[in-house]
């Protein structure tokens, strides 16, 4: 309960799995990585940067597909907001 805020790094290649339960949770992404966001949401919203592609539950950078950083990340939050601020 309450807010988190998670600074993903700036360079590599990862997977990752952030889980909430009611909340908000915020995304940092430096500029420089892509990411791809497989969504897992109750009664929760996803807000992302305009540019983000959406296919049913997977939000998707510009730039992701060819990226040498980037980040896949699955994303599960029962109530609340998770939001992806691009730094």
Do not use: C
Request: glycine residues 10%; proline residues 5%; positive net charge.
């Amino acid at each position: 309960v309450g807010q988190t805020t998670v600074t993903l790094p700036a360079k590599g290649e990862f997977d990752g799995r952030i889980e909430g339960a009611v909340g908000q949770l915020i995304i940092i992404v430096p500029k420089g990585m892509e990411l791809r966001v497989r969504s897992n949401l109750a009664l929760a919203n996803i807000i992302t940067p305009a540019a983000y592609r959406k296919r049913d539950r997977v939000y998707t950078s510009p730039g992701y597909e060819t990226a040498a950083n980037r980040i896949d990340l699955e994303v599960g939050m029962a109530v609340g907001n998770v939001m992806i601020r691009e730094k």
